[in-house]
C-alpha cells in the first residue's frame, strides 16, 4: 500500500506502543513522518518500540503508562502539550487479552482488571484527549475494539464483554462528535486475528496458533488507509470480515451452534459437569 504524506507532522499519541500492533502504528508513522507520543506500562517493551523508529528529527516522546490509571492520563496529556503543543490523532490500543477462562472459573478482579484497561483505560482516554482534539483543523479519535465486539466466545466473556461496551461507547461518541465538532473523525477498528504477542497465557495457545495470522503491520497500515478515508467501521484480519457478517446476518441460535466450535479450542477439563461453579 502506497505511504502518503497525509500523516506527515500529524502528532500521534499511541498506548500499547510496546508491542504488536501499537508498535506497528508507531513505526509505520514514523516512517510515514508524523510526531509520536507513545505509552506503554511496559517501559522496556517502550524502548524496544524507540530503538525500531527511524532517527530523525521528526520528534518522539514517551511514557510508562497505565491506560486504567486517570493520573497517568492526565500526565500523558501534558507530554503532549509540553512536547507538541497538542494532538491531531489519538490510538486507544493498549489492551489485555483478560482471563482466559470460563465465565464461572474467572474471579471479580479479573473482570474488572479487563473492564478497567479495554473499557474505562480507553474512556479516560477519550475524555482526556478530546480537548485536545476538538482544537485542530483536523483529528481524529482510534479505538481499538474487535471482532469479539460482534460475537460472544467461549472462554472469552470479560475480554468480550470490554470489546461489545467500547463498541457501545464509541458508536454513541461518533454520532454525538460528528454533531457539535464534525473534523474529529471518530473509527471503530475490529480487527480479526491479528499476530500479536496478546494471547499471553497456555491456556489460549491453540487459539493463538490457529487465529492470529495477519501480520500486525498489515493490520495497522489498512487503519491508517482507512482513517484517511474517514472510514468509521474497519473490519479487517483474519475472520474479520466473515465474523461481522455472521454476526449480522444470523440468528442467535444458529450463531451459537457456530461459535461453539470454539469450544475445541480451550480447556475441556473446564467444561464437566462438576466444575467448581462461581467462584
Ligand atoms: N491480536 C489480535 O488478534 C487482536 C484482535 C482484536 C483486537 N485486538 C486488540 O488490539 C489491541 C492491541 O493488541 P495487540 O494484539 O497488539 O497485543 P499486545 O499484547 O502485543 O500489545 C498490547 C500492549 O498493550 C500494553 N498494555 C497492556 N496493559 C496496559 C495498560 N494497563 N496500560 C498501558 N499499556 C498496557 C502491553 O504492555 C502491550 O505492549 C488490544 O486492544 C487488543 O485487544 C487484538
Not at 101 to 106: D, Y
Request: hydrophobic share 45%; aromatic share 8%; proline share 4%.
Amino acid at each position: 500500500m502506497a505511504t502518503t504524506d497525509f500523516f506527515r507532522n500529524k502528532v500521534v499519541a499511541i498506548t500499547g506502543a510496546g508491542s504488536g500492533m501499537g508498535r506497528s502504528y508507531a513505526t509505520l508513522l514514523a516512517a510515514q513522518g508524523a510526531k509520536l507520543l507513545l505509552s506503554d506500562i511496559d517501559a522496556d517493551a517502550l524502548d524496544a518500540t524507540v530503538a525500531l523508529l527511524p532517527s530523525s528529527e521528526q520528534g518522539v516522546a514517551v511514557m510508562a503508562m497505565d491506560v486504567s490509571n486517570t493520573e497517568h492520563w492526565i500526565a500523558f496529556k501534558k507530554l503532549a502539550m509540553d512536547e507538541f503543543a497538542g494532538c491531531h490523532m489519538l490510538i486507544n490500543n493498549a489492551g489485555i487479552e483478560g482471563a482466559a477462562q470460563p465465565a464461572w472459573a474467572s474471579t471479580p478482579e479479573q473482570l474488572n482488571r479487563t473492564m478497567d484497561v479495554n473499557f474505562f483505560g480507553v474512556v479516560t482516554g477519550c475524555r482526556t484527549f478530546l480537548p485536545l482534539l476538538t482544537a485542530q483543523k483536523w483529528s481524529a479519535l482510534v479505538n481499538i475494539s474487535s471482532i469479539f465486539g460482534f460475537i460472544g466466545t467461549p472462554n472469552a466473556s470479560d475480554y468480550c464483554a470490554s470489546k461489545f461496551a467500547l463498541r457501545g461507547y464509541t458508536e454513541s461518541l461518533m454520532v454525538e462528535l460528528a454533531h457539535v465538532h464534525p473534523q474529529v473523525q471518530v473509527h471503530l477498528v475490529h480487527p480479526g486475528g491479528v499476530d500479536t504477542d496478546i494471547s499471553r497465557s497456555v491456556r489460549t495457545a491453540k487459539f493463538k496458533r490457529r487465529f492470529l495470522t495477519t501480520p500486525s503491520d498489515e493490520m495497522c497500515q489498512v487503519v491508517l488507509v482507512e482513517v484517511q478515508r474517514n472510514n468509521p467501521r474497519i473490519v479487517y484480519g483474519n475472520h474479520a470480515k466473515k465474523t461481522y457478517w455472521l454476526s449480522k446476518l444470523l440468528p442467535l441460535m444458529q450463531l451459537r451452534k457456530l461459535l461453539a466450535k470454539g469450544l475445541k479450542l480451550v480447556d475441556q477439563e473446564d467444561y464437566r459437569q462438576d466444575h467448581n461453579g462461581f467462584k
